[in-house]
């Protein structure tokens, strides 16, 4: 999909559709009012019509205006103009893309330059930019029938001509996180006879030929050198084999501490001897989102040529059952020397998390994020709205919160209170793997931040938003927004 930025007046512009906002109660935007102007009160009498009165998310085509060089102009609705935000600007858009005619391959739209308290036109054009290349993506990697492509290909934003500047700063930023995004979504649908932790390594590696980052993808000799039993102890079932991924872009000063990501990377899950029920196990295959997110903020951040030093870290494996497999009461030794004691296999996130968590110290960074599909309790908690964040840190928590809002892929902040450490007691082990069913989110956060003493840290719990169920089945590509907008602002910072 094509892009541009164009100042030219509306109704000269040739194009296959031109977008118009109306704000509910039929009242007209700026542009909808110079375009009722010179097509001598058209929009007017549509809307009298009463075929459409300004709902957000509502769509009305008049075709061949006069004094219009658009063959059509799509009204969408806006909602109530005292609470127009980026959100409902984002969800008028989308509904304006799915309302297209099928014939439509280059569209128009005035939206950017729509008023939306707290948000300039940077953020604006970003943001449509993102929704557009969301709504075009498809799911074809394995189909020997590929859907036909969708014949939208060219959008041009119009915004004035003194803001096309920050304009052209927010189309870049928009297509890199929608690039961004797709990558992550490609990833994660992928079936997991597949996506193996042996093709994410090499995916790795293309990504680091393609965009020039340095990249180690660690095998399990390797693996077993750096003493990372409790990572170990979860691949141990499986006849594929690990790996440890070491992704870094080092385009900040030398002398610039690191943000380190921390992607986990199940391949799929089973639940090993813990067995989960079979039915929907076949989304466990979603149980590397945490990983492919990683991906995705690295292909994002490649295209923009970020100036900032960014690592990532991906353990990678599966879980299965087997003659081999590590076993509930079983205790192993972490590479950070503390000893677990697994009461349930199921929960092997954090198994592997923990030994990527210790590996991140040697970069001494200035922050570490993990990203994982680690609870099903983080779902009953929050549902599929915001993802679960926990930090040690007020101020990484808060600069990735504000980040969420910026981004439309929201966070919300869970209690990480020592009250809770106690459920991770072993009368065996420095601790359990497990801490109860009551607060199941928050023990497992706790669990990780046992070992994240050593710098700031925040761990993101997308068990709800990193795929999605049902009729719409697959992967969301979040929190690649969040991320991509927070590490955006970390070199901002850093001018």
């Not at 991906?295 to 991906?314: H, M, R, T």
């Not at 199941?440 to 761990?459: E, M, N, P, Q, V």
Request: one cysteine or more.
């Amino acid at each position: 999909m094509e892009f541009s930025i164009k100042s030219t007046a509306p109704e000269k512009l040739r194009t296959d559709c031109l977008l118009v906002g109306i704000y509910e109660g039929r009242k007209l935007t700026d542009l909808a009012k110079s375009l009722d102007e010179v097509t001598g009160k058209a929009i007017t009498l549509a809307l009298k019509s009463g075929d459409m009165e300004g709902k957000s998310g509502s769509t009305l085509i008049l075709r061949q205006l006069s004094g219009v060089a658009a063959t059509r102009v799509l009204l969408v609705g806006l909602g109530k103009a005292e609470e127009f935000s980026l959100r409902t600007l984002r969800n008028a858009f989308r509904a304006a893309l799915k309302a297209s005619p099928a014939g439509v391959e280059a569209l128009a739209t005035d939206f950017a330059s729509l008023p939306v308290k707290k948000s300039d036109i940077r953020a604006k054009v970003a943001a449509l930019a993102e929704v557009a290349l969301d709504a075009s993506y498809q799911v074809n990697a394995i189909k020997e029938k590929k859907a036909e492509p969708k014949p939208l290909k060219q959008i041009a934003l119009l915004v004035n001509k003194e803001d096309s500047g920050a304009a052209d700063t927010g189309l870049q930023q928009g297509q890199s996180v929608g690039h961004g995004v797709a990558m992550a979504k490609d990833l994660g649908n992928l079936p997991p006879n597949i996506c193996t932790p042996t093709y994410l390594g090499k995916q790795a590696e293309k990504l680091a030929k393609d965009y020039g980052f340095k990249v180690e993808v660690l095998e399990e000799a390797d693996i077993e050198k750096l003493k990372m039993g409790s990572f170990l102890g979860v691949t141990r079932g499986s006849e594929e084999p690990p790996r440890f991924i070491v992704l870094q872009h080092l385009k900040g000063k030398k002398s610039q501490k690191p943000v380190v990501l921390v992607g986990k990377g199940i391949t799929f899950d089973t639940g090993g001897i813990s067995l989960k029920p079979g039915a929907d196990m076949d989304e466990m295959k979603y149980d590397m989102c945490g990983a492919a997110s990683v991906f995705g903020v690295f292909k994002a951040i490649g295209e923009l040529d970020l100036p900032l030093n960014v690592v990532g870290l991906i353990p990678t494996c599966e879980n299965m059952p087997s003659g081999k497999a590590t076993k509930p009461g079983d205790v192993l030794t972490s590479m950070s020397g503390l000893t677990i004691e697994v009461l349930n296999t199921d929960a092997e996130g954090r198994l592997i998390l923990c030994d990527a968590l210790t590996y991140a110290e040697r970069f001494e960074p200035s922050a570490v994020i993990d990203i994982a599909t680690l609870t099903g309790a983080c779902v009953i908690a929050l549902g599929h709205h915001p993802s679960g964040l926990f930090a040690n840190n007020d101020s990484l928590a808060k600069k990735l919160l504000d980040a969420g809002e910026k981004a439309q892929d929201r966070a919300w902040q869970m209690p990480l209170w020592d009250d809770y450490q106690g459920q991770l007691d072993s009368n065996f082990a420095d601790m359990a793997n497990i801490g109860g069913r009551a607060g199941g989110s928050i023990t497992a956060a706790c669990f990780l931040s046992r070992f994240a003493k050593k710098y700031d840290w925040a761990h993101l719990d997308i068990a709800g938003t990193a795929w999605k169920s049902g009729k719409e089945k697959g992967a969301t590509g979040r929190p690649v927004p969040l991320l991509v907008t927070y590490l955006v602002q970390q070199a901002a910072e850093k001018v």
